[in-house]
């Protein structure tokens, strides 16, 4: 806990859901919030909650929206291309490598500094379970974990860290708020990327799955029931927000979106209305953090 004017504000720990670009919802929310000073003890990020998260840590606000926007159509970024003759639909080098070293540079030393725990979520396929990392320099190292943990299965290879091959976090634990609560913060704030109402249907492409990743039979048991582990999620982060056990920001229309985008007017509306719904959420948000 931190001690401020009046007295010893609750700890807080806050919840990034992936989805992809449906991130740059995400990165509206968490930009008005730095805008107005709002930080957090913890958060945890999962595939695109890390990709953006992390600029929170780092306190690089616009950063995410301004590096996509710029970069969505460019090959180099993601594209078919890559995944053809690299294996990875974003590229290692690019997107993980030259955009975050050179040319929008993430800002280590602040991430570094500042005093949030950062973690991000895998998914170890061989033992089929959620990893959860604590980040820390904001170096080279964490830059892979943030990539193992945004790596889509058929359009990725495996990031080898620590001995374990890894792919997207939300194979595992789409949500972590079972997590977070397990960490033992006071408050719990997730930032969602669906709509209220929004269920997860059953992967269609699992036929294809079951042979592409035959020598990964956990990770195909976990992709093979990942929409009732995220449905279930769901209802019980419904329940614990009627309890006022945490509280959470979710998109008011839906940002849905395909893998790959080219249009940046489509990142820019959905970083609006993330932006929108960060604002006016926002005193109901420090009403619960009080």
């Known amino acids: 806990m931190a001690a401020t004017e009046q007295g010893v504000r609750p700890s807080v720990g806050v919840v990034l859901e992936g989805g992809g670009f449906r991130g740059m919802y995400t990165s509206g929310v968490i930009d008005v919030w730095m805008e107005r000073g709002l930080t957090a003890d913890a958060t945890v990020g999962v595939s695109a909650g890390a990709t953006f998260g992390c600029n929170f840590k780092s306190r690089q606000i616009g950063r995410a929206r301004r590096y996509n926007k710029k970069y969505c159509a460019d090959p180099r970024y993601a594209s078919l291309r890559n995944w053809i003759f690299k294996g990875d639909l974003f590229s290692r080098d690019f997107a993980y490598g030259e955009l975050p070293w050179k040319l929008d540079v993430f800002d280590s030393a602040t991430f570094a500094a500042d005093p949030m725990r950062f973690t991000v979520v895998a998914t170890d396929i061989n033992a089929g379970c959620a990893v959860y990392h604590d980040l820390g320099p904001g170096d080279v190292g964490d830059i892979e974990w943030i990539r193992a943990s945004a790596s889509i299965p058929m359009v ?119 932006r929108a719904d960060a604002q006016k959420t926002f005193d109901s948000l420090l009403d619960y953090l009080s």
């Open 156 to 274: 990725s290879h495996p990031v080898q860290l620590e001995g374990r091959e890894l792919l997207d976090g939300g194979i595992a634990d789409s949500i972590p708020v079972a997590w977070m609560l397990e960490q033992g913060y006071d408050r719990t704030v997730v930032v969602l990327t669906q709509p209220e109402g929004y269920r997860k249907e059953p992967n269609s492409l699992m036929p294809l799955l079951r042979v592409w990743l035959r020598r990964y039979p956990k990770l195909i048991e976990l992709l093979a029931d990942r929409h009732v582990r995220y449905n279930e999620t769901l209802d019980a982060i419904a329940r614990l927000e009627r309890e006022g056990a945490v509280f959470v920001v979710r998109p008011s229309e839906s940002v849905k979106m395909p893998m790959m985008v080219r249009d940046p007017e489509i990142l820019e509306h959905a970083y609006q209305v993330g």
